[in-house]
């Protein structure tokens, strides 16, 4: 694996992320809502940075599954979502590919009721987006390659690695049965 972003590198990231945000949302009521699994790990240390009040959630939505690096039809699972009807949500996802996830989970918040809707990336991948949104926030702009770690995966596995690095060739071969 290549190393992307360096441990250091991602906390310095989120620690800016979470000034502008601070700045943007003081005195408001928040509701922060992480997109499961991925934003995991960048949801616990965003939130951790923010020091005012806020309401914490979580919404599944996955396009990718087992082995595949390839975009397939995206699920939804709201079921775990509190209410956030009237209140600011600040949407947290781990890496804006497509954009195909964050564009419809925004409308789906906006469903809801939200009194606003925001949206913040870990990752912005270079040259992938096909729809018209863009997140607000966003930490880093990286090269269009398959990423794993701070809680983005490859079959579930990675997620634990503190640093950001992209699986080359071989690596993904070690997985092929």
Partial sequence: MKTILTEEAIHAGVRRLATQIIDDFRGERLAVMGVMTG???????????????????????????????????????????PNVSGEHVLLIDDIFDTGHTLAHLLQEIQKCGAASVRSAVLLRKQGRREVTIVPDYVAFEIPDEFVVGYGLDYQDYYRHLPYLAALEPDDLAKWQP
């Fill in 39 to 81: 934003s995991v790990v960048f949801l616990a240390d965003l939130i951790r940075q923010l020091d005012f009040p806020l309401r914490v959630g979580v919404v599944w939505a996955s396009s990718y599954r087992g082995s595949t690096t390839v975009r397939g039809e995206l699920s939804v699972n709201t079921a775990m979502m």
